[in-house]
């Protein structure tokens, strides 16, 4: 089983940034998948969440109505795509696919939002 997290790095305030998990090893499309961050010294954060099929979708009020998460089956990834990034969005952002009893992590990938 195989979460791959792609497409952070530094962008500058007000900027965009999509990023990828890219998933192996376990029936892609019968698992919900969530977005998580965490910054330094924080909590782990949910950010966003998607169902198995697409159709429902929800979001951490904190980027609601700038960030996106969706997904693509028949590719086995999911995406996140954040607009109007701000510097408290910087964290290193997880994915993670759920169904029942199971739990898969991916690494982590840092996104830095920064002047």
């Known amino acids: 089983v195989q979460l791959v997290e792609s497409g952070g790095g530094l962008v500058q305030p007000g900027g965009s940034l999509r990023l990828s998990c890219a998933a192996s090893?376990?029936?892609?499309?019968?698992?919900?998948i969530r977005w998580h961050r965490q910054a330094p010294g924080k909590e782990r954060e949910l950010v966003a969440a998607?169902?198995?099929?697409?159709?429902?979708?929800n979001y951490a009020d904190s980027v609601k109505g700038r960030f996106t998460i969706s997904r693509d089956n028949a590719k086995n990834t999911v995406y996140l795509q954040m607009n109007s990034l701000k510097p408290e969005d910087t964290a290193v952002y997880y994915c993670?696919?759920?169904?029942?009893?199971?739990?898969?992590w991916g690494q982590g990938t840092q996104v830095t939002v920064s002047l």
């Open positions: 993670n696919a759920i169904r029942m009893t199971y739990d898969y």
């Open positions: 090893g376990f029936t892609f499309s019968r698992y919900a």
């Open positions: 998607i169902g198995s099929t697409g159709d429902s979708t």
